[in-house]
């Protein structure tokens, strides 16, 4: 029977995670390979097309019951056209990988960058199954996006939709972001702003149980400030306090302008749970009037460590229900 599996890759500046699942995306195999960047384009390219034959030997199918390859990598990159314009971390520029895909495979090939497909893995098999629209936001060394409408990606007009990280939220005194300008989301609640403002409190003398479960404030990260809030650290709790403030404030912009079903939180950040959910949807409960998107359901990613792969699967399951 033609059609019934689909391969995800997951392409990362440090390895390659291919799965291979069916169209419901329950898992038949995975694996995962150092990316090896630094040996250059055509050695990962190798490896990626090494691992997907892999993959479909080791789940004993043959290339015409696969339906289709999905591949997720960090943009900018034209889902279109099939090229990652610019990708930093792979030492990437203009590499058009859904044709030298196709080429090896003869097996239609689909490209997303990763936040939209991870909307996309948690719209098709992670929490907004029952849903049509959501926003999907992940909270990890930096702060991304992706915006499920009508049950697909939207991508607006330059392919750059969902750039949520680069909102800017602090016009005005605002930190310097990667992007260059200030103030952006992910200047503030990202993994890495939570852990440098605590750095800074810990440094000036404040936070000691951080300082005492990470041994030194060089280690203290995200997780540390939690556990320090946990364990009734006031100036841990005021640092999450904070983050979650300006995450939360987003968050009401993004109902008011959205209006989604749903709000799905993902990213190591997110594993804090009830750390970050709470003070979340409580600054949802004071921002917002009271209109029904003030009760937008605001949860926790189902997907896991498998969002990468279930993600680029989703981008193969959507065309065949375009197709079926
Ligand atoms: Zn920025």
């Not at 029952?130 to 999907?136: A, E, F, G, R, T």
């Not at 364990?231 to 959205?258: H, P, Q, S, W």
Request: proline share 4%; with cysteine; charged share 20%.
């Amino acid at each position: 029977m033609p059609g019934r599996y689909a391969i995800g890759v997951d392409l990362g500046g440090t390895k390659i995670a291919t799965g291979i699942t069916d169209l419901s995306g329950n898992m038949v195999a995975r694996r995962f390979v150092a990316t090896d960047a630094a040996s250059g384009e055509a050695v990962v390219i190798a490896r990626i097309m090494r691992s997907i034959h892999d993959i479909i030997k080791e789940a004993k199918v043959s290339n015409e019951e696969v339906a289709g390859i999905g591949i997720c990598c960090p943009g900018p990159l034209n889902p279109e056209t099939g090229v990652v314009i610019f990708a930093p971390n792979l030492g990437w520029n203009h590499v058009p990988i859904v044709a030298h895909i196709v080429e090896e495979f003869g097996i239609p090939t689909y490209l997303e960058n990763d936040a939209n497909a991870a909307a996309l893995a948690e719209k098709w098999f992670g929490a907004g199954r029952d849903v049509q629209s959501l926003l999907y936001v992940t909270v990890s060394t930096g702060v991304g996006g992706g915006i499920i409408l009508n049950g697909d990606i939207y991508r607006g007009r330059n392919h750059m939709a969902g750039e949520i990280g680069h909102a800017i939220v602090q016009p005005e005194g605002g930190e310097r972001c990667g992007c260059g300008q200030y103030g952006c989301l992910e200047t503030i609640a990202s993994g890495t702003a939570i852990g440098r403002r605590a750095r800074e409190v810990v440094q000036a003398g404040g936070g000691q149980r951080m300082l005492e479960l990470a041994g030194s404030s060089e280690a203290i990260t995200a997780r540390t400030v939690a556990d320090a809030a946990a364990d009734g650290d006031a100036d841990a709790k005021a640092v999450l306090e904070r983050a979650f403030l300006y995450l939360g404030t987003f968050i009401v912009n993004m109902l008011n302008v959205l209006n989604v079903e749903k709000i799905v939180i993902g990213g190591g950040v997110s594993k804090l749970g009830e750390s970050l959910f709470v003070p979340v949807r409580r600054v949802v409960d004071d921002k917002m009037s009271d209109v029904p998107a003030k009760y937008t359901p605001i949860v926790p990613a189902e997907t896991g460590d498998s969002v990468g792969i279930l993600g680029a699967v989703g981008l193969v399951v959507k065309a065949e229900v375009r197709v079926g």
